[in-house]
């Protein structure tokens, strides 16, 4: 199985918290990990929004690249985040939830480009069959 892991996964991983332990016994036992690259950025944003030492930012950006395969947005990428954007956007409307960010469709359109499941516990996710369930 081909995974993609999304934020809020590596945030839980970091945390240690039992969600996050959830997510790291399915990388234990998966052979073909891939995070987006824009997580990277997402990651060091809310780090550095938060306080934490860059050195530490540098850390767990190194853990994440060292860990899984960075998968950059390409061509087919883009146009398909396009696709998933206005999908999580209707479902969103549907559940009463926040509305889903840019960042969200990315990584949906990056497992749906690799034929890979999204290890998330992000709300917007809930429903997709291509989630993996940590929430």
Same mark, same amino acid.
């Given at each position: 199985?081909?995974? @993609?892991?999304? &934020? =809020?996964?590596?945030? +839980?991983?970091?945390?240690?918290? +039992?969600?996050?332990? /959830?997510?790291? /016994?399915?990388?234990?036992?998966?052979?073909? $990990?891939?995070?987006?690259?824009? #997580?990277?950025?997402? $990651?060091?944003? /809310?780090?550095?929004?938060?306080?934490? +030492?860059?050195? @530490?930012?540098?850390?767990?950006? *190194? &853990?994440? #690249? +060292?860990?899984?395969?960075?998968?950059?947005?390409?061509?087919?990428?883009?146009?398909?985040? %396009? *696709?998933? =954007? $206005? !999908?999580?956007?209707?479902? %969103?409307? /549907?559940?009463?939830?926040? &509305?889903?960010?840019?960042?969200?469709?990315?990584?949906?359109? &990056? %497992? *749906? @480009?690799? !034929?890979? !499941? @999204? $290890?998330?516990?992000?709300?917007?996710?809930?429903?997709?069959?291509?989630?993996?369930?940590?929430?």
């Amino acid at each position: 199985m081909k995974i @993609v892991i999304d &934020t =809020y996964a590596w945030i +839980e991983i970091f945390i240690g918290s +039992e969600k996050g332990n /959830k997510a790291r /016994k399915i990388l234990t036992e998966t052979l073909e $990990i891939h995070t987006p690259d824009i #997580v990277l950025a997402e $990651i060091a944003r /809310k780090y550095t929004r938060e306080g934490i +030492e860059q050195q @530490v930012v540098l850390e767990r950006l *190194k &853990t994440i #690249v +060292e860990t899984s395969e960075t998968t950059p947005i390409n061509m087919e990428i883009a146009l398909e985040s %396009a *696709k998933c =954007y $206005i !999908k999580l956007l209707e479902e %969103a409307k /549907k559940a009463g939830i926040t &509305t889903p960010s840019l960042f969200d469709a990315i990584v949906l359109a &990056t %497992a *749906k @480009v690799l !034929k890979a !499941k @999204v $290890i998330t516990g992000d709300e917007h996710f809930s429903n997709l069959p291509e989630t993996i369930w940590i929430g």
